[in-house]
């Protein structure tokens, strides 16, 4: 289902729900991100196996309603996504987790800002959520810019939460009312 269709220079984004076609994209978008040593949760590169694995059971939770993907096409190449996810906890089910990765040729004409929209959008809609919450490293200026733009808050931080590219990073977390 596609979401937004627009035009940015000569480009032509689509904004959509991701199929299970998506995973050799998606497998070399994130293992560029970990590649690149970006400022993201993941630093080991994944194999075709678990991306098949992760893109299967993550189709089987958007029907659930347990999470919602929206993934940016750029020229008809997937370079990158949005993914909210409910929390698991009975007490905690109108909560969600907000994670974000876009390929380094995609960043910096406002296709971030407007993935995060819609999947604010989506998870507030299709899922019923009230809150959305995110971690981001305290290196990630970019990061932490988008999201105060967003009107995410920064409510703590777990010093030294993070060791990535061998350094301890303070991880901050950061939330939304919807
Ligand atoms: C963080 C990220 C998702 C932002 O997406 P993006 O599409 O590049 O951001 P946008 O183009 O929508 O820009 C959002 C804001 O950041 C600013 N920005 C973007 N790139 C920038 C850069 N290289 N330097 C300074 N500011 C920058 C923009 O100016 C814009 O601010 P404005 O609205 O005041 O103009 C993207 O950079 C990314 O995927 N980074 C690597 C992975 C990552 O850090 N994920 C988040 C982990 S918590």
Not at 7 to 24: A, E, G, H, N, S
Not at 34 to 62: C, F, H, Y
Not at 125 to 152: A, C, H, P, Q, S
């Amino acid at each position: 289902m596609i979401l937004k269709k627009y035009k940015i220079f000569d480009k032509i984004i689509i904004l959509r729900y991701p199929k299970p076609t998506d995973v050799q994209d998606m497998m070399n978008m994130i293992n560029s991100l970990v590649k690149e040593g970006a400022d993201i949760a993941k630093s080991k590169p994944v194999t075709i196996q678990e991306e098949k694995l992760w893109l299967r059971n993550s189709i089987m939770s958007i029907k659930n309603k347990e999470k919602v993907i929206i993934l940016a096409e750029m020229n008809g190449v997937c370079v990158g996504s949005c993914e909210i996810t409910r929390d698991n906890y009975d007490v905690s089910r109108h909560v969600g987790t907000l994670g974000i990765g876009l390929v380094k040729s995609a960043r910096g004409i406002g296709i971030g800002t407007t993935l995060i929209k819609t999947a604010l959008a989506e998870a507030k809609k299709r899922l019923g959520l009230r809150l959305v919450k995110l971690y981001v490293f305290d290196t990630n200026n970019i990061g932490k810019n988008i999201y105060t733009e967003m009107g995410f808050s920064e409510i703590g931080r777990i010093p030294k939460g993070i060791y990535h590219n061998k350094k301890y990073k303070d991880d901050i977390i950061m939330v939304k009312s919807l």
